[in-house]
């Protein structure tokens, strides 16, 4: 399938980044034409070979072809062709807004390329949280080394192969390996760094960014929740949840952790779960084609251990295989906070259910502890829906919908504080690798208006400085807005207006008298 799975030695590394440094410098990939056939190679380099990665996210995830095409190869392809489609727009010139005092200087942002820029990439989505990324460092003009998982060897070995064939090897080239691998590339000083991955080693990487100064992007994860309402669509709630946990095995960043329902509820709720599993599996989940496997003995290891030691009730599955690194799609209810289930990311086939007396109780939750990647809520009541994403925090807020979200073109993918910083997918990746550089070109006479910025300081100029700059600033506020007027007012004014109807009332009927 791929040649053997070699890593790059250490030695090389040094010569690859200090080769795209010196073609990066020579401006080759500036030029929107050079950029654009970069992109059609990137974009034929997947299509031409798309049997081969669905070979290889087979032989390294186990991976079933709907889902290699559903979640890796096609939504690639839709994103370098949307790139392609849109990115001489975004690396346009822009004039900035209009200002009396300073559009005589031209102000303009420049869309200039970071440099040679770094991506570490994840195992999960060994293509998707890859090949979009490239096309968005190309887009921008930059020179790019792509480090993939060490996980998944034959997509990786692909990739790099596939690299050297179609891409400009003097601008893009991936490197192999691990750890040791990954820690020489941090020693270099990049125009940015944009790593997908866990918390743990997202500390490092912006450690690492830190210390030479390189801005970071991170795209991290965390236990996403599910709010339940009773009043959802039951079954279309059950069928989304249970692909979304069960795709990819769960080995997915967005994918719902938990769920919180209501107490009375939960029963009805695993009733229909229950039955999508039927309808989804019916000889059985693990039968060839269905259902992905976990990356690695260490990951079927830990996800297994959980299972094994949770205190709730199993409902659906719990069935694996360790040959395989097999675990099949696991419903658990009655699941309790301090259960081993709550304690860390699944990333796994594993759905927890934990139930709660109010939304107010999961509410209270899910904000003492780190922000996740997405909050969902299944829910046809927008009050409902506004309830949970008003206040909550997270890096998305999803409705009605599971994992398929940073894919959605136009919408911007990233966390926000433990979850991840930046975003990526479409323009918000272009912007990412790119530099707005300031500008302006001011003329000579405008010293005709500027002229008291120079010495010697006086009175006269002081003065002449406040009618220029001194900006005027709408009236004073005599207190806070209506709205923000607390629920303790409210209800004063309410028994107000109650107490003058009944006396208009009173009076009315004096007058009838």
């Known amino acids: 399938m791929t040649d053997q799975f070699v890593f790059t030695p250490l030695d090389e590394i040094e010569k690859i980044y200090n080769e795209l440094k010196v073609t990066f410098a020579s401006g080759k990939s500036r030029p929107i034409p050079y950029r654009r056939y970069q992109l059609i190679q990137l974009a034929y380099m997947l299509k031409d070979n798309i049997k081969l990665f669905e070979d290889t996210l087979a032989a390294d995830l186990g991976r079933p072809q709907l889902e290699a095409r559903m979640l890796d190869i096609d939504p690639s392809l839709v994103e370098i062709k949307s790139t392609l489609s849109s990115f001489e727009k975004w690396a346009k010139q822009e004039s900035a807004p209009f200002s009396i005092n300073f559009s005589a200087m031209l102000p303009v942002i420049r869309k200039e390329p970071k440099g040679v820029v770094l991506i570490i990439s994840p195992f999960n989505y060994p293509l998707f949280l890859t090949i979009p990324l490239m096309a968005s460092a190309i887009a921008a003009g930059n020179a790019v080394i792509i480090k993939p998982s060490e996980n998944t060897p034959a997509t990786t070995t ?43 080693i997202g500390k490092l990487i912006a450690a690492a960014g830190a210390k030479t100064l390189s801005p970071v992007s991170l795209e991290l994860g965390g236990k996403s929740p599910v709010f339940i309402d009773s009043k959802c669509d039951l079954k279309m709630a059950a069928k989304r949840l249970l692909w979304g946990k069960a795709a990819n095995a769960g080995q997915t960043c967005v994918a719902p952790d938990y769920i919180i329902v209501q107490q009375d509820f939960q029963d009805k709720f695993v009733e229909a779960l229950q039955q999508s599993y039927r309808e989804f599996y019916p000889d059985k989940a693990s039968a060839p084609g269905q259902m992905s496997r976990l990356v690695s003995q260490q990951a079927f290891n830990r996800v297994n251990n959980l299972l094994k030691n949770t205190n709730g009730t199993i409902v ?28 860390e990311e699944i990333f796994g086939p594993i759905l927890p259910i934990m139930p709660v007396n109010s939304i107010d109780e999961g509410l209270a939750y899910v904000n003492a502890h780190d922000h996740p990647l997405s909050v969902y809520v299944f829910s046809q009541d927008s009050a409902y829906k506004a309830n949970i994403f008003d206040n909550t925090q997270s890096g998305s807020a999803m409705a009605n919908e599971t994992i398929i979200h940073p894919a959605v073109y136009g919408l911007p993918f990233g966390g926000t504080g433990p979850s991840g910083s930046g975003y990526h997918t479409g323009k918000y990746g272009f912007d990412m690798f790119t530099h707005l550089r300031s500008s302006l070109d001011s003329p000579g006479w405008l010293d005709m208006l500027l002229g008291f910025r120079y010495p010697p300081y006086t009175t006269a100029k002081i003065k002449a400085m406040g009618r220029f700059m001194n900006p005027s600033l709408p009236a004073r506020p005599k207190g806070p807005p209506e709205e923000h007027v ?28």
């Open 486 to 513: 607390s629920r303790h007012s409210w209800s004063k004014w309410f028994t107000f207006l109650l107490a003058l109807a009944l006396a208009g009332g009173l009076m009315k009927r004096q007058s009838k008298t």
């Open 158 to 200: 692909l990739l790099a192969n596939l690299a050297e064939k179609y891409l400009d090897t003097s601008l893009i080239r991936v490197i192999k390996g691990g750890v040791t691998e990954t820690t020489k590339l941090l020693e270099y000083t990049w125009g940015h760094i944009l790593y997908t991955g866990g918390g743990k």
């Open 316 to 343: 659906i599955g719990g069935d694996t295989d360790e040959g395989t690194k097999y675990i099949g799609p696991t419903v658990v209810k009655d699941v309790k906070p301090e259960d081993c289930l709550m304690s």
